[in-house]
Structures are given as structure tokens and as C-alpha cells.
């Protein structure tokens, strides 16, 4: 790969990290790693260099990094792999950064930057009265108002969370996959413990996401705002089981994260490149 712009994006989750090449501005390729807190930054290097390597990916082409991270100690590591591998100080996201959204909440240092470039990709991508939900880790549903505010939402217990703590604390219960059941009613336990999960947390999804809307209606009715013009983008590496088919989603868009990175690093690179007058 040469040629044409080339941009390291990093997601540092709790759970795991994704790794995304995006390639004059469309993601090349990605890959997903365990997120390991005591990993070191060698280390790190080492395993990306091997993904590159097999995609014939030179570590020297790159013309940028960005990172968003919710892990300081993997952050922080994932920052020192980018100068001693990649020869970049990466683009860290924060509120502090010029997003192109405002953040209408309380207190803005506390929104992970993992959901500020979610925010960051779904208004660039879909425009504004947007609800996005994103399971991860926590499943988050975060508002955008149709005038490009976020201003908001919900962290609820995270799928891969829920269900291992079940398992670790129920003896005699087997850990199952969430592909859809034939029926709510299981006939056996393996096919209860299954309904339980899936319907209870594609229930949880939908009932918050009526309640929002409902909400959102009422506060925009000025603006002509109603409940169907609201979008709902689902994203996050459990969303296609939960969302798929849901008539309260409207789009699943797995990469959300990476389009949001790679729009806030080159938002940046401008705003740098063209400062602001200073007025004499």
C-alpha cells in the first residue's frame, strides 16, 4: 500500500483495541487486539509491525496517528510505541480538541474519547438528531441534536460483561452465543439462558431508545422535531446480533469509531495548518 495518505487510527477499549488503516480517508483495513494493561510499549510494537507486515504495510508511510483511549496505562504505552516505531506523536482525543460538534453537558472531561469519536463520526456521517448506540465494553447510548450539540445519554452494563458474570457466578450454567433463538420460550437450559440474554438486551436497547425518543420529541417540538425524524446508528462489536433487524435501528455501521478518528485527526491537521487571524 503507497500512494495516498495513509492515517494509523487506534481505539484503546477496555476490552480490546482496534487498530484501523485508513487509506485517503476510507478504512483500509482493521483488526482487533485483547487490551492488556500491562502490556509494555515494545511490545505493542511488535505485534502491530506483524499486522502491518502482513498486509505489506510499510511502518514508514504512514503521515499520521490518532488515538482515542479510555486505558491511561495502555494509552500512554500505545502513545510511546507511535514515537519509537512510527516515528509520529499521535493526535490524542480529548474535548479539549475543536471536534466540529459542541458538547452541551455538564462536565465535557468526563465524555471517554472513545464516545466523542463516535459522536465525532455519526453527525459527520448522518447529521444531527442522531442516537447512537454502541456495544461495548458498557453499552452507551449517546444524543446528538439535530444542531450538531451532543448533549448526552446512557451507560448501561456492557453485553460480554453481563453474560460472563453470570457464567462465573452460576455454577451449573453453560456460557452460550447470542445468535437469535427460535423462540423467547426456551425448552431447555441452555435455550433459556439464551433468550434471557438476547430478548433482555435487545428489550433494554429498545425501551431506552423509546424512552429517548419520546423525550427528545417533547424537548424539539419547536424545531418540528418528531420521534421518526430521530436516526438511530448502532455500532460496537455486538451490535449486528442485538441491532440487526431491530425496526428501532436504522443503520448498524461497525466502524463508526474509525470514521470519527480519522475526521477529528484531519480536522486537526487543518485547523493547524491554517490558524485563526489574530486581530491587532
Not at 487510527?9 to 480517508?25: F, P, Q
Not at 519509537?84 to 452541551?104: A, T
Not at 420529541?217 to 449486528?240: F, H, M, N, P
Request: glycine residues 10%.
Amino acid at each position: 500500500m503507497n500512494g495516498l495518505a495513509m492515517l494509523l487510527a487506534i481505539d484503546v477499549g477496555n476490552t480490546t483495541i482496534g487498530i484501523g488503516i485508513i487509506k485517503d480517508r476510507q478504512i483500509a483495513v482493521s483488526w482487533r487486539l485483547r487490551t492488556d494493561r500491562g502490556r509494555l510499549a515494545d511490545e505493542y510494537g511488535v505485534q502491530v509491525c506483524e499486522l502491518l507486515w502482513s498486509h505489506d504495510i510499510l511502518r514508514s508511510g504512514f503521515d499520521g496517528i490518532v488515538i482515542s483511549s479510555v486505558v491511561p496505562s495502555a494509552g500512554r504505552e500505545l502513545s510511546i510505541m507511535c514515537n519509537r516505531f512510527f516515528g509520529h506523536s499521535p493526535l490524542m482525543v480529548s474535548e479539549e480538541l475543536d471536534l466540529g460538534i459542541q458538547l452541551g453537558v455538564d462536565r465535557p472531561e468526563e465524555i471517554g474519547a472513545d464516545r466523542l469519536a463516535t459522536a465525532v463520526g455519526a453527525y459527520c456521517t448522518y447529521g444531527g438528531s442522531l442516537i447512537v448506540v454502541d456495544f461495548g465494553t458498557a453499552t452507551t447510548f449517546d444524543v446528538i441534536s439535530p444542531h450538531g450539540s451532543y448533549i448526552g445519554g446512557v451507560i448501561a452494563p456492557g453485553i460480554r460483561i453481563t453474560m460472563d458474570a453470570l457464567f462465573d457466578r452460576a455454577a451449573l450454567l453453560q456460557p452460550v452465543d447470542l445468535t437469535p433463538p427460535q423462540s423467547i420460550i426456551g425448552t431447555n437450559t441452555s435455550e433459556c439462558v439464551k433468550s434471557g440474554f438476547y430478548f433482555g438486551f435487545r428489550s433494554q436497547m429498545e425501551g431506552i431508545l423509546h424512552q429517548m425518543k419520546a423525550e427528545l420529541g417533547r424537548k424539539y417540538r419547536a424545531d418540528s422535531e418528531t420521534q421518526a425524524d430521530i436516526k438511530v446508528i448502532a455500532t460496537g462489536g455486538l451490535a449486528d446480533p442485538i441491532a440487526e433487524d431491530s425496526e428501532s435501528v436504522d443503520v448498524v455501521d461497525p466502524d463508526l469509531l474509525l470514521k470519527g478518528l480519522s475526521i477529528i485527526y484531519h480536522r486537526y491537521q487543518k485547523s493547524v495548518a491554517s490558524p485563526p487571524e489574530i486581530l491587532k
